[in-house]
């Protein structure tokens, strides 16, 4: 059900999510006239749904058409005012190519669906500092209010050749003034992209307004790396008098490790320029991100259009207050059809176990691995953890192991096999006694197609697996897209995929296990996903019934597949 281009477009970076007037509204960074990147056509598309999960399209919410965004509408926010009226912060791309920052209006507040907005001719808001590069100032946050009264919002730049996300102020939302320290700077990571910075509740899973403060208000911050194409973040303590954010890590270290790299990543695959809104609807923080494609340009522009968004998912502390966990929003098991089941089962080294009785190109899958003996978990040396993504490549779901791996195989060809996309656990002893999770999705067989790319993705799972024995693992599957929670989403994972099987024939859903010992499966469930309404656009005699009645985007708005 995720949201991509409509024909002969390219979508990319979620901008402003938001709940406003009972609608959620998403808005993305959208060129109508390709399905390639093309910075000049950077436009704003904008899609509204009533659940998360059924989405309309509406017409392009900002486009490139004044000096202070001619080469592109870029990335940027959405702030709720007092008075209860929206407001758009964004990078405009002026005719001399210089990243400026800019408002947008809704030209009628009181439509619920916000479909046109007004650019005032006083933009740029925030010009180009004088110590800032032109193409190194992008992506405003949702703005906050201070105990002053005043409101901030970070951006991102690279000032005096160092990369570092500024806050600026202001007391009307028009008059901006830069503060004098950066709320954070990185010394060895010359630009990041996308930041984000909201509380958390230091107890619980409740979502937080994004001016929350206090005692038992924690922050996060997320940028987005262009180097690396993934996001990162820290939690820590937002100063909120000077304007600064101090990790906790940093703190536990004595401070020293200011590389945005050496954070936390929010998925450890295919998922980039993610964002978040506080949905007051059912007071939790949801996060959007985009996942573009990863077979050729060609097939891009074959298929009319490239680019979609993740599922989207809630996200709250951990009780240690280290890192975020995340889990799709419960709106997706509205979804659900038909259930397959696998209980107290037993799955022998070697062993496959396919769960028929539904299709496996859209599916919901939840399932718990109980670990009899640790004994035989293989060695590790600690310097491994540096890098998961090479050691999933080595150590493969194909490569036997000690406890471990084993998982799922999804879209996967048949008996044959020859096409799948492994989902995968492997537990590990360190020097010192104590035991590692590593968690993989190996895409190296995942299509024979030429072109595509199919790399293998890692990432580490914050679970004591010696006291617990038993490890959780959710499988989201729609089409080309595999999105993975491991240990109750502490390790998240998102792939494309796109095998050549599924043109022709089902795909196959399996539990497998090449570790040395059982392992079992107290419990399994999986649902087939029913088709959800997706960025299709309303008729015109829809249209008019909705501007009488004011309602839109609901359920049973719209009938047409994802694909």
Request: charged share 25%; hydrophobic share 35%.
């Amino acid at each position: 059900m995720q949201i991509h281009g409509n024909d002969g477009s390219l979508l990319a970076d979620p901008n402003g999510p938001v709940y406003y007037n009972g609608m959620y509204h998403l808005f993305y960074q959208y060129n109508p006239h390709g399905a390639l990147w093309d910075v000049g056509n950077l436009s704003w598309g904008h899609s509204v749904s009533g659940d998360l999960v059924n989405w309309a399209a509406l017409g392009n919410a900002l486009d490139p058409t004044a000096p202070f965004d001619a080469n592109g509408c870029a990335s940027g926010s959405v702030t709720i005012l007092p008075d209860g009226q929206p407001v758009i912060l964004y990078s405009g791309i002026d005719a001399e190519r210089r990243q400026v920052q800019n408002i947008a209006l809704p030209k009628n507040p009181r439509d619920p669906l916000l479909r046109e907005w007004t650019k005032p001719s006083y933009n740029p808001v925030v010009p180009l500092p004088a110590d800032v590069s032109a193409d190194n100032f992008r992506d405003p946050t949702t703005a906050w209010l201070g105990r002053d009264g005043l409101w901030r919002f970070a951006i991102s730049a690279v000032a005096t050749g160092v990369g570092t996300t500024l806050v600026y102020r202001s007391a009307d939302f028009l008059r901006w003034e830069r503060n004098a320290a950066p709320l954070h700077a990185s010394r060895d990571a010359v630009m990041a992209e996308c930041p984000d910075l909201f509380p958390v509740a230091a107890r619980g899973a409740e979502g937080l307004d994004t001016s929350a403060r206090g005692p038992g208000v924690r922050h996060v911050l997320k940028v987005s790396m262009p180097d690396t194409l993934q996001d990162y973040y820290t939690v820590g303590r937002y100063d909120d008098e000077a304007d600064t954010f101090t990790p906790d890590e940093d703190v536990a270290r004595g401070g020293g490790d200011d590389d945005y790299r050496s954070w936390r990543r929010i998925d450890h695959g295919h998922l980039y320029a993610s964002k978040t809104f506080f949905d007051a609807r059912k007071n939790r923080r949801v996060l959007w991100a985009w996942v573009n494609e990863s077979d050729s340009e060609a097939d891009d522009v074959a298929r009319g259009w490239s680019g979609l968004q993740s599922f989207p998912r809630a996200l709250w502390l951990d009780p240690a207050g280290r890192q975020l966990l995340q889990w799709p929003v419960e709106e997706i098991e509205t979804l659900r059809r038909g259930r397959a089941a696998l209980l107290g089962a037993e799955v022998e080294s070697g062993g496959l176990r396919e769960i028929g009785g539904i299709a496996g190109s859209q599916a919901d899958v939840d399932v718990v691995f109980e670990i009899p003996s640790l004994e035989r978990a293989e060695g590790l040396d600690g310097n491994r953890l540096l890098d998961a993504d090479a050691l999933c490549g080595e150590k493969g779901a194909s490569v036997q192991g000690g406890v471990g791996p084993f998982g799922l195989l999804v879209m996967a060809s048949g008996d044959d096999l020859r096409e799948h996309t492994a989902v995968f656990f492997r537990v590990f002893r360190l020097l010192h006694g104590e035991y590692t999770v590593l968690m993989c999705t190996d895409l190296t067989r995942s299509s024979t197609k030429a072109g595509v790319y199919r790399p293998t993705h890692g990432g580490f799972v914050d679970v004591d697996i010696e006291k617990d024995r038993s490890i959780s693992l959710r499988t989201l599957i729609d089409h080309s897209i595999v999105e993975s929670f491991g240990g109750g989403g502490r390790t998240c994972m998102t792939a494309r995929v796109y095998p050549e099987h599924a043109a022709t024939s089902s795909s196959h859903l399996y539990v497998f296990n090449n570790g040395s010992d059982a392992v079992r499966v107290p419990k399994l469930e999986a649902w087939e996903l029913a088709p959800a309404s997706v960025n299709v656009v309303p008729e015109q005699e829809e249209e008019e019934e909705e501007e009488e009645d004011g309602l839109a985007a609901s359920s049973n708005m719209c009938t047409s597949s994802v694909y």
